[in-house]
């Protein structure tokens, strides 16, 4: 599948913004375990099949989901 530049620049700064906030969350303490088994892990890596060329906003939704899930993985975290 063809990926336009636009989605291929959406794809990289999703798995760098994922990167980012696993390595921050990890420098706080939490486990790796926890970061692995987030949910959005299986977004990010079908991201190229099930996000099209024309459906962009997708990222955005995407984007949001993985900053909500390490939000409340560093909330468990700040509790302790």
């Not at 990289?12 to 970061?35: C, E, M, N, T, W």
């Not at 990010?44 to 984007?63: A, G, H, S, Y």
Request: aromatic share 12%; glycine share 2%; charged share 35%.
């Amino acid at each position: 599948m063809y990926a336009t530049p636009e989605r291929q620049l959406w794809m990289l700064k999703i798995i760098l913004h994922f990167y980012d906030r696993a390595s921050q969350v990890l420098k706080k303490g939490a486990p790796i375990y926890r970061v692995r088994e987030m949910e959005s892990i299986e977004d990010i890596t079908r991201m190229k099949v099930r996000i099209p060329n024309d459906k962009i906003d997708k990222f955005e939704e995407l984007f949001q989901i993985i900053n909500e899930e390490f939000d409340m993985l560093e909330q468990d975290f700040t509790r302790f």
